[in-house]
T-cell receptor, first 113, second 116 residues
Framework: ETGVTQSPTHLIKTRGQQVTLRCSSQ?????VSWYQQALGQGPQFIFQ???????GRGNFPPRFSGLQFPNYSSELNVNALELDDSALYLC????????????FGNGTRLTVT | AQTVTQSQPEMSVQEAETVTLSCTYD???????LFWYKQPPSRQMILVIR????KQQNATENRFSVNFQKAAKSFSLKISDSQLGDAAMYFC?????WGAGNMLTFGGGTRLMVKP
């Protein structure tokens, strides 16, 4: 089975710009979530998508938005980038079933200068 | 809101020895799941072990086992016969049992070093 894949691996952007990160979920997984992991910290939940709709959101401003496509792949969009947005962004997928473990991708390292 | 605390920023163990990583959590819920994830330098979060709160029996996966103390809200990870490949960041995570989906609350992590 194909695991969770994320692109790009690394990205450098300038403050104020916009960025789109992409994620392909593991085969058979219909739920995708995104996490932000600042250097030296644990991941923080951004939001999750199920059936192409946002279904749960953490404490992140509206400039963080996303999409889920019919094939369950997903995008994370961040507008008006700030220096504090520099982090590792992790995508995870799982079945919707409660308690199912998350399967993570290798992440996208975003640097905002 | 739930919180997860890992009080040991770094731990060190000799190869082939046993080490225990600590995790405490705070919740008012009775139904939930707890996880330990490993994050090597490759950055990918890898599931180590999973515990369902309604199960009293501690979960075990080969060299990895947990000590789940529900009343104390404690969830420690024991690694036996430590190997060099166990060196990584370890994160404890909580998931509510209500509803479904992928929202995990993570602790701050413990860096495990394994000495040859």
């Amino acid at each position: 089975e194909t695991g969770v894949t994320q692109s790009p691996t690394h990205l450098i952007k300038t403050r104020g710009q916009q960025v789109t990160l992409r994620c392909s979920s593991q085969s058979g997984h219909n739920t995708v979530s995104w996490y932000q992991q600042a250097l030296g910290q644990g991941p923080q939940f951004i939001f999750q998508y199920y059936r192409e709709e946002e279904n749960g959101r953490g404490n992140f401003p509206p400039r963080f938005s996303g999409l889920q496509f019919p094939n369950y792949s997903s995008e994370l969009n961040v507008n008006a980038l700030e220096l504090d947005d520099s982090a590792l962004y992790l995508c995870a997928s799982s079945p919707w079933t409660g308690g199912s473990p998350l399967h993570f991708g290798n992440g996208t390292r975003l640097t905002v200068t | 809101a739930q919180t997860v605390t890992q009080s040991q920023p770094e731990m060190s163990v000799q190869e082939a020895e046993t080490v225990t990583l600590s995790c405490t959590y705070d919740t008012s819920e009775s139904d939930y799941y707890l996880f330990w994830y490993k994050q090597p330098p490759s950055r990918q979060m890898i599931l180590v072990i999973r515990q369902e709160a309604y199960k009293q029996q501690n979960a075990t996966e080969n060299r990895f086992s947990v000590n789940f103390q529900k009343a104390a809200k404690s969830f420690s990870l024991k690694i036996s016969d430590s190997q060099l490949g166990d060196a990584a960041m370890y994160f404890c995570a909580y998931r509510s049992g209500w509803g479904a989906g992928n929202m995990l609350t993570f602790g701050g992590g413990t860096r495990l070093m394994v000495k040859p």
